[in-house]
């Protein structure tokens, strides 16, 4: 018999719960909603305000993607949801002068930190640079990502030129499978 009064009050103190949680702070509420966005998403600061447009330099979005990523005739290519990530921005580095670990974390880089940004809940990003060649990298738990090499094993590398905005998109996928 107690049993069945525990029951309605259970139910009313989750109702109450839930409507606490609804008019929490944005950035609280965000921060729930986003967990499964990845294993840094919970340590992300509050959302940054609108970048500034740049006139030289990368602009793009990082974009997570997790779990089966098979094709399949009921659901479509799932492209990645933007993600709130910091972006290094290093001078260009080769494999040869970082240490790989599981092929796309990466410690040890011998090459200089150029600059870093944050991007946007949504993974958004802009960047001024002078022009030249830079390697991106993301920040994760087990260091720093990036997955895209070049016939010359450069790490990630991207081309400002004179006068110019690179776009980019930055995919991090070492929780999908293929």
């Not at 602009?59 to 997570?64: D, E, I």
């Not at 990645?80 to 494999?95: A, D, F, H, M, P």
């Not at 240490?99 to 410690?107: K, L, N, P, S």
């Not at 993301?138 to 006068?163: Q, W």
Request: hydrophobic residues 35%.
């Amino acid at each position: 018999m107690h049993k069945l009064l525990l029951l309605p009050l259970a139910l009313l103190l989750w109702q109450c719960n839930g409507t606490k949680q609804a008019h929490q702070p944005p950035n609280q509420q965000e921060q729930m909603e986003n967990k499964e966005q990845g294993p840094l998403s919970a340590q992300k600061p509050a959302a940054q305000e609108q970048q500034a447009p740049i006139t030289q330099g990368i602009s793009g979005k990082v974009l997570w993607q997790a779990g089966n990523q098979m094709p399949s005739p009921d659901a479509p290519p799932s492209k990645g949801r933007g993600v709130q990530r910091t972006l290094y921005v290093y001078e260009l580095t080769n494999g040869a002068q970082a240490r790989t670990i599981d092929g796309v974390f990466h410690t040890n880089i011998q090459t200089n930190l150029v600059t870093q940004v944050v991007t946007d809940a949504n993974g958004n990003f802009a960047v001024s640079l002078k022009p030249g060649k830079y390697s991106l990298f993301s920040k994760e738990e087990k260091g720093l990502y990036a997955n895209l090499f070049d016939g010359e094993n450069n790490i990630f590398p991207v081309e400002v030129k004179e006068g110019q905005v690179t776009d980019v998109e930055f995919l991090i996928n070492y929780q999908a499978s293929y």
